[in-house]
């Protein structure tokens, strides 16, 4: 099967260009994608071809110049697309990993549950692999997954949606609990909506409140299911505090105030990429799914709600003193260096390449647990994992909140089944969604000026006729 198109590429200049694509094989051979006349991507078995009909543009597509993957490249991966030849319609999650390709050896990743913390993997739309911004995309055999039945432009919510969700069942109010969104941008209504979903799917009560710096998505938080409502832009209520705190404000000021806000736990789901109070890697503890915790013989347990195991290995960086451990763990103290090194020996031969959990005493140990070489963006403690702090808080605003027994969890990636599944149980969420956040639509011939108006608008959808 060949298919040929033009397609709009983003550039590290904040710019399109546009290039001819080629992609040339099937879902059991594998796929030649040529650009511009040029062998471009090789792909192996497990790629069927989906023609797009909407993508959404999110935050991310809007920073894709400042990640690390190669650029030009055919972005978004808010995709909804229908297959030629039935007509049906897809949605299409973003990981391509050897579990979405259906592969019949997967991975010691996709092996240990993490199939979207894979390494060697590819993303939709952000690294490598054509996204929906073009006519055309190749996706994993099993991430296409069946709209079933949601209307076409409502359903690039899904994805966003799906990630919302997942960080509503990684830290789930309790009854009786306040639980607070801060920052009702974007991603952080979307949190709104899937807490209300939960809400209503449990039938646990709990408080939903929207906090903001100034009162302009307001009115949306109210209309998308938050009982109540705080512009705080000059100054925080006082007393005002709440069980847990979703930071979707992707600031140093939102996280300082999020910390402030909370009794129990903060979760950070948007992050800024700059240094918090000597901390430089919290974007990438947010990337790992990593939670920070304070070190206790409970939390040395400690494994993300999915899964089922028992913790075995811990990492003990050389500032922490003496520690007892129950007689089951197995540890290894030292430097970050010679714990990598440990990591390649026997005892990790065939399992996955990570410590459970690790045991850090300063920001900058902590630090070195999440990315202990510049060499790769590996690190030393499994994704969804966590780190268990031991040292001393002094003025440091976050590990005060963790001295004082606090959490900060973190989520990535969210279930698209059990996104769709939800969706479906309460339409009147996903109604309010696409009337509240879709704020405009483009056709795929007004990609740049659809980009444009992203920058300042909720939700802008391309639309391919």
């Known amino acids: 099967m060949i298919k040929a198109f033009r397609a709009l590429e983003y550039t590290s200049e904040d710019s399109f260009i546009e290039s001819d694509y080629r992609f040339d094989g099937d879902a059991g051979s594998g796929w030649t994608i040529t650009r511009n006349g040029r062998e471009h991507l090789i792909l192996g078995p497990g790629y069927r071809l989906l023609q797009t009909r909407y993508c959404g543009i999110c935050s991310t597509d809007l920073a894709r110049r400042h990640l690390p993957f190669p650029l030009p490249q055919i972005i978004g991966h808010e995709v909804v697309a229908r297959d030629p030849d039935t007509g049906d319609e897809y949605v299409v999650e973003i990981n391509d990993t050897c579990i979405a390709r259906g592969d019949s050896s997967p991975e010691v990743f996709c092996r240990s549950g993490l199939p979207s913390h894979c390494p060697a993997r590819m993303v939709l739309g952000i ?209 970050v260096k010679e714990g990598l090194e440990f990591l390649c020996g026997a005892d990790f031969q065939g399992r996955l390449p990570r410590f459970d959990i690790a045991i850090a005493s300063s920001e900058s140990e902590i630090d070195g647990c999440i990315r202990p070489s510049i060499e790769n963006e590996n690190s030393i403690v499994r994704p969804r994992g966590a780190i268990l702090f031991s040292g001393t808080a002094g003025d440091n605003p976050l590990l005060r909140h963790i001295k004082a027994g606090k959490l900060l969890r973190t989520s990535r990636c969210g279930d698209f089944r059990r996104a769709i599944r939800t969706l479906k149980q309460n339409r009147d969420i996903l109604n309010l969604m696409e009337s509240h956040l879709i704020t405009h639509e483009f056709t795929a011939d007004r990609i740049p000026a659809a980009y444009s108006q992203a920058k300042d608008s909720l939700k802008v959808v391309i639309r391919h006729d």
Do not use: Q
């Not at 969700?165 to 952080?188: F, K, Y």
């Not at 402030?260 to 947010?286: C, D, M, P, Q, Y």
């Open 127 to 335: 690294d490598r692999l054509p996204g929906g911004f073009g006519r055309w995309i190749l996706a994993p055999v099993n991430a296409a997954l069946p709209t079933e039945g949601l209307p076409g432009r409502a359903a690039v919510l899904i994805e966003p949606f799906a990630a919302a969700l997942h960080a509503v069942t990684v830290s789930p109010p309790r009854s009786g609990d306040a639980a607070a969104v801060l920052g009702p941008g974007r991603l952080g209504l979307l949190i709104i909506a899937a807490l209300s979903a939960y809400r209503a799917e449990t039938g646990i009560d709990f408080t939903v409140t929207a906090v903001a710096r100034n009162a302009r998505n307001l009115d949306r938080a109210k209309a998308l299911g938050a009982d109540s409502v705080v512009d705080i832009g000059e100054g925080p209520a006082p007393g005002a505090t709440y069980e847990t705190v979703f930071d979707a404000s992707g600031s140093i000021d939102g996280l300082e105030t999020a910390l402030a806000l909370s009794r129990n736990e903060v979760h950070l789901k948007s992050t800024h990429g700059l240094e918090f109070h000597g901390i430089r890697h919290l974007t990438e503890l947010v990337v790992d799914e990593l939670s920070l915790l304070p070190l206790s013989e409970h939390n040395l347990e400690f494994h993300s709600e999915s899964e089922y195991r028992r913790n075995k290995w811990l990492y003990i960086s050389p500032g922490n003193s003496i520690i007892h451990l129950p007689g089951h763990f197995r540890s290894f103290r030292g430097s």
